[in-house]
């Protein structure tokens, strides 16, 4: 396993079409760092945090962020974290991208929007990143996103406007991916709800919702053109056929590759662990050696990676010597239905195994299945943001709910369906149930949680109500994940 990791490759990314190759870079580092830093696509903004933000200190220090001067949008974040209390991580969008990653086992690219500010760029070996200059720009031409924005005045000081772009952006690629009949000329496959979901985590301060809902909505075959508010597209009087035709045209088939050719042969190469302090283990057994080797011990900080969202919630304060990424382990990324329930590996993302949910629903699981499959799900799409739950795993969260008392929903919603957990300690496999697991001490550091398996009732002579409520507001509740 060492060996094989010795002699993987440098890391490859593509911003925007262009490549970078990366001999050597601190594990640390987040996709946004990367990006405002090393490469002129300067798009994405810091507004809440990827965990550089400050802790709550007292009120005085907020003259230390104020230049009369020069007052950003960055510090009226801040001062507004301070004034409530609050530190607001991973939750705000303005950081948003688009990833597309090619799956060499489906012989597709999968593309998802992420927080940039949490991503960690070593995580993004052979994958491509798209930013609103991706998009369009002003020698290229602008996408349609961009002058319906513009055109229904949905952009005020345009700091949360790019992230918006590319969370929108996301949903139009996935929903054009679909087998939804065609829809006509200048619109997409999306329905007018599923436009205003798009942009759900994403936060503005002084636009208001109603004029970017209505540019997203735009693009939605459903929409009636009489219900969208004020724009410089369309005059008074002109008729449904002419607004339509005054829309900046929108073309799903001349849409450029999110995922440039040359990544294909990068993708499925490891990085070098003697330049990178970031391991990636691709089955159970080298995961098992790894965390038993010299990799972990002799005082040695490590830490297993994901998604890497919970640090939007706990800050870290000690930097680590290595990292092991789990994602490439089958084991822990497969969600399946058995015989007497579903089984959800501890990697998969949220936003994957709520399609999952929706998927195993439509099959003929018994009442009690359908019930457990159908509330699962729409209780999770109300769990932090669409852009977050591409990145948090569903074992991620519970292990931080175990180990820090997270407030979690899934931790609850599990209890509640009497799930059993399978967990790697050293050299012991063990089954118990969810319960059993909060019970014990926090988790140690090598001890890895594999798998949650949610059994499905049989009882015949019973009529089974499951039903989940979200508690809300909370400190939070609603950002993360």
């Given amino acids: 396993?060492?060996?094989?990791?010795?002699?993987?490759?440098?890391?490859?990314?593509?911003?925007?079409?262009?490549?970078?190759?990366?001999?050597?870079?601190?594990?640390?580092?987040?996709?946004?760092?990367?990006?405002?830093?090393?490469?002129?696509?300067?798009?994405?903004?810091?507004?809440?945090?990827?965990?550089?933000?400050?802790?709550?200190?007292?009120?005085?220090?907020?003259?230390?962020?104020?230049?009369?001067?020069?007052?950003?949008?960055?510090?009226?974040?801040?001062?507004?974290?301070?004034?409530?209390?609050?530190?607001?991580?991973?939750?705000?969008?303005?950081?948003?991208?688009?990833?597309?990653?090619?799956?060499?086992?489906?012989?597709?690219?999968?593309?998802?929007?992420?927080?940039?500010?949490?991503?960690?760029?070593?995580?993004?070996?052979?994958?491509?990143?798209?930013?609103?200059?991706?998009?369009?720009?002003?020698?290229?031409?602008?996408?349609?996103?961009?002058?319906?924005?513009?055109?229904?005045?949905?952009?005020?000081?345009?700091?949360?406007?790019?992230?918006?772009?590319?969370?929108?952006?996301?949903?139009?690629?996935?929903?054009?991916?679909?087998?939804?009949?065609?829809?006509?000329?200048?619109f997409s496959r999306l329905t007018s709800s599923e436009a205003e979901k798009a942009i759900a985590g994403n936060l503005c301060r002084c636009t208001g919702y109603r004029p970017i809902a209505d540019a997203c909505k735009t693009f939605a075959a459903d929409i009636d053109i009489e219900d969208l508010g004020l724009n410089s597209f369309w005059k008074k009087g002109d008729s449904k056929e002419m607004k339509v035709s005054k829309l900046p045209p929108y073309d799903p088939t001349k849409n450029f590759s999110t995922y440039p050719k040359f990544l294909t042969s990068e993708s499925a190469t490891s990085l070098d662990s003697s330049r990178y302090p970031w391991y990636i283990p691709v089955s159970i057994e080298e995961l098992h050696t790894l965390l038993n080797s010299n990799v972990t011990e002799n005082g040695s900080r490590f830490k297993l990676v994901v998604g890497n969202t919970g640090t939007g919630y706990y800050k870290e304060t000690q930097r680590y010597d290595r990292y092991i990424d789990l994602r490439h382990v089958p084991e822990l990324s497969i969600s399946r239905r058995g015989q007497i329930g579903i089984e959800v590996g501890a990697t998969v993302a949220i936003s994957k195994f709520i399609s999952f949910l929706k998927e195993e629903s439509k099959i003929n699981f018994g009442s009690y299945g359908k019930l457990v499959s159908d509330k699962l799900a729409y209780h999770m799409e109300k769990i932090a943001t669409p852009f977050v739950r591409n990145s948090a795993s569903v074992g991620g969260n519970l292990v931080i709910a175990q180990k820090n008392g997270f407030p979690s929903d899934i931790a609850t919603l599990f209890l509640g369906l009497s799930a059993t957990v399978s967990l790697m300690t050293g050299h012991r496999l063990e089954k118990l149930t969810w319960e059993e697991l909060l019970s014990r001490p926090p988790l140690e550091s090598r001890s890895v949680l594999l798998s949650v398996s949610i059994p499905f009732k049989k009882d015949q002579n019973s009529i089974l109500l499951f039903e989940t409520f979200r508690a809300a507001p909370r400190p939070h509740g609603n950002a993360l994940a």
């Fill in 1 to 186: 396993m060492e060996e094989r990791q010795k002699k993987g490759s440098s890391l490859v990314l593509a911003v925007n079409g262009e490549r970078f190759e990366l001999p050597c870079i601190d594990p640390s580092t987040t996709l946004l760092q990367f990006l405002r830093s090393e490469t002129r696509f300067k798009s994405p903004k810091l507004g809440c945090g990827d965990g550089n933000s400050p802790f709550l200190k007292p009120l005085f220090y907020m003259t230390e962020y104020i230049d009369k001067l020069n007052f950003s949008i960055e510090h009226a974040f801040l001062m507004h974290a301070y004034l409530t209390e609050l530190t607001y991580e991973c939750g705000c969008g303005a950081c948003v991208v688009l990833i597309s990653k090619y799956d060499p086992t489906l012989k597709k690219v999968e593309d998802f929007s992420v927080s940039s500010c949490l991503t960690l760029l070593c995580s993004l070996n052979g994958c491509s990143v798209t930013t609103s200059e991706g998009l369009g720009n002003t020698r290229d031409g602008f996408h349609s996103i961009h002058e319906r924005f513009a055109g229904f005045h949905a952009s005020q000081c345009g700091f949360c406007t790019p992230g918006m772009s590319m969370s929108f952006f996301s949903a139009l690629v996935n929903a054009d991916k679909g087998n939804k009949p065609d829809p006509p000329p200048g």
